[in-house]
């Protein structure tokens, strides 16, 4: 029995570096179309105008939402250290998540094509799912039906 502890020991550590590099690098496709057209909006220029302004004010929301996504994420994982079988079964549910995030806010993006919104309107698209998941981590595997406090507070939106 004491065989098993390090090999799920082992299971959860490499789910989680699994997870996080997922996660970047997801994260990093679903955005790079946002980074990559707006990177004269990050840069140094003193005459940006408020739509700009507004559009990285936007893009630190969507970071922000996606790390404290994450948080939930590692901490529902860490709960069920110890059961393989849940932590697989989160880490695919991630996995279909991420996916659907992507297309569903790339279908956004593309409904508001020429629009002077698109990039917000993706964005926005992204932020409220990296929310709506984020309670759904919480309610599903952070807290308890019990007065047993739950594991990490309930999030905000």
């Excluded at 309107?121 to 047993?148: G, K, N, P, Y």
């Amino acid at each position: 029995m004491n065989s098993k502890k390090p090999a799920a020991n082992n299971l959860y550590h490499h789910f989680i570096s699994l997870l996080i590099l997922c996660c970047v690098a997801v994260a990093g496709c679903s955005s790079s179309l946002n980074v990559s057209q707006n990177k004269s909006l990050i840069g140094a220029n003193p005459n940006q105008n408020a739509s700009q302004t507004e559009e990285v004010d936007i893009q630190s929301l969507r970071q922000s939402a996606e790390q404290t996504m994450q948080r939930y994420l590692v901490a529902s994982l860490e709960r069920f250290s110890d059961d393989a079988a849940v932590q697989t079964a989160i880490f695919d549910s991630q996995q279909q998540w991420l996916a659907y995030l992507t297309k569903h806010c790339e279908a956004e993006y593309l409904s508001w094509a020429g629009a002077s919104i698109q990039n917000e309107q993706r964005l926005m698209c992204e932020i409220e799912l990296l929310q709506l998941h984020t309670m759904a981590l919480w309610r599903s595997f952070l807290r308890f039906e019990d007065s047993t406090p739950a594991i990490l507070p309930e999030p905000l939106n």
